[in-house]
């Protein structure tokens, strides 16, 4: 009985010792706990949405316009703008276009036309400045023969179509000056279309509006290349 005893001492000791231990460890966790309550906030995490505005190509974006912008040339309704408008209809502008039949420069003459203005087509074809010469040339003396058709019918409606000085030495510069006559003297009824099909209505109705009043009409005009 005397050895049982001092092993129960020791026993109760130990678990003494071991409540005292996990007394002190709980205390301690649970002062951690309180500390990092009440001085780290808590962190409320939420999903993150971006918002991605689409910012196009500004250079590609240049390019494109520019290809747009010389598409069709942008131009003012007097003599030049005139001029530059027929002239990217008829070639783009290119003074060196020959089409399928011939018609030739930036405006496409034909050598007919060359012929009554007195310029050889070989010399025409390739001076620039001798085509634009041509052109005015040509335009003084349809203005010439049309000039009372352009006193008459200018204000007019014909199919549709308001009829000015434009209209009428455009239609001219397609089909001839003849042609416009018969087609304004029977008001529509007689017309005539080049050999793609363009008819005299179509330049009559593109070209109408422009101011072409510093062009003087001349039965003969010169064409002075100095």
């Known amino acids: 009985m005397q050895q049982i005893w001092p092993m129960k001492q020791i026993i109760f000791r130990n678990i003494k010792w071991l409540f005292f231990a996990g007394l002190v460890y709980g205390l301690v966790s649970f002062a951690n ?8 906030e808590p962190v409320s995490i939420k999903p993150v949405t971006h918002h991605f505005q689409y910012v196009p190509d500004q250079a590609g974006l240049a390019q494109n316009n520019l290809k747009e912008i010389a598409k069709v040339p942008f131009v003012e309704k007097d003599f030049v703008g005139f001029k530059e408008a027929l002239a990217f209809k008829e070639s783009q ?24 203005l007195h310029i050889n087509p070989k010399e025409f074809l390739r001076n620039p400045l001798l085509q634009e010469k041509a052109f005015l040339a040509n335009l003084e003396k349809n203005k010439w023969i049309l000039r009372k058709e352009i006193k ?6 014909i199919n549709g179509i308001k009829i000015t000085e434009s209209g009428i030495l455009a239609a001219a510069h397609l089909a001839g000056a003849g042609a416009v006559q018969k087609f304004l003297w029977s008001y529509g009824k007689q017309t005539k279309e080049d050999a793609y099909g363009t008819k005299i209505e179509h330049y009559l109705r593109k070209f109408s509006g422009y101011d072409l009043s510093d062009i003087k009409p001349k039965k003969q005009p010169v064409i002075d290349l100095e």
């Open 93 to 116: 502008g290119k003074y060196d276009r020959v089409n399928s039949l011939g018609y030739m420069g930036k405006y496409q003459f034909g050598k007919s036309t060359l012929r009554e």
């Open 152 to 157: 008459k019918f200018s204000g007019k409606w």
């Open 33 to 40: 706990d309180m500390f990092e309550r009440h001085t780290i």
